[in-house]
Antibody
Framework: QVQLQESGPRLVKPSETLSLTCTVSGDSINDYYWSWIRQPAGKGLEWIGRIYTSGNTNYNPSLKSRVTISVDTSKNQFSLKLNSVTAADTAVYYC????????????WGQGTLVTVSS | DIQMTQSPSSLSASVGDRVTITCRSSQSITTFLNWYQHKPGKAPNLLIYAASNLQSGVPSRFGGSGSGTDFTLTISSLQPEDFATYYCQQSYTTPYTFGQGTKLEIK
């Protein structure tokens, strides 16, 4: 059974960088696309971006100037960095796997609440 | 970006009811449409992929249909564990986008 677990600081100061890591267990990270998705309180789901295990990335244009997603296949992990954060970036952040066919999110992490506050 | 619009935004129903949620995309996405169930504090759970394919382990009372721009999720007989928020999501092109959600509540 594939499992994903987000980790990283839960509190980030305004203008600083939000950093999260997703650790994948139960299967190799190789040969899949992996994504970050977030949900601000009381709002819907927003796709942040995806990375293939070759390192190829695609980002949501709304966040592209501030986002970097990277992968470390040796550790079966991928990571998110979001810089110059504001209170609007406060959200539950999920990592998820994209299935090879049809690009649906078939496995998700439990999510982690990151709060941007001084 | 492709806009996804769900209706209704909220719905009250009783155990045993048949429920239908609709999702409309701002342009054709063929059958690249997925449905998720989301409960507070939990990860979203994939129900239906590619418009009509039931994800392994999901009860058969869940069904999906549609193509092009109009899609539906049907729950044939509501069970207590089905009260949650449901999201559609297009995977036709990036940026992937979700509907605003339909909150299914107990009547």
């Amino acid at each position: 059974q594939v499992q994903l677990q987000e980790s990283g600081p839960r509190l980030v100061k305004p203008s600083e960088t939000l950093s999260l890591t997703c650790t994948v267990s139960g299967d190799s990270i190789n040969d899949y696309y992996w994504s970050w998705i977030r949900q601000p309180a009381g709002k819907g789901l927003e796709w942040i971006g995806r990375i293939y295990t070759s390192g190829n990335t695609n980002y949501n244009p709304s966040l592209k100037s501030r986002v970097t997603i990277s992968v470390d296949t040796s550790k079966n992990q991928f990571s998110l960095k979001l810089n110059s954060v504001t209170a609007a970036d406060t959200a539950v952040y999920y990592c998820a796997r994209l299935a090879r066919n049809d690009w649906h999110f078939d496995y998700w992490g439990q999510g982690t609440l990151v709060t941007v506050s001084s | 970006d492709i806009q996804m619009t769900q209706s209704p935004s909220s719905l009250s129903a009783s155990v045993g009811d048949r429920v239908t949620i609709t999702c409309r995309s701002s342009q054709s996405i063929t059958t690249f449409l997925n449905w998720y169930q989301h409960k507070p504090g939990k990860a979203p759970n994939l129900l239906i992929y590619a418009a009509s394919n039931l994800q392994s382990g999901v009860p058969s009372r869940f069904g999906g249909s549609g193509s092009g721009t109009d899609f539906t999720l049907t729950i044939s007989s509501l069970q207590p564990e089905d009260f949650a928020t449901y999201y559609c999501q297009q995977s036709y092109t990036t940026p992937y986008t979700f509907g605003q959600g339909t909150k299914l509540e107990i009547k």
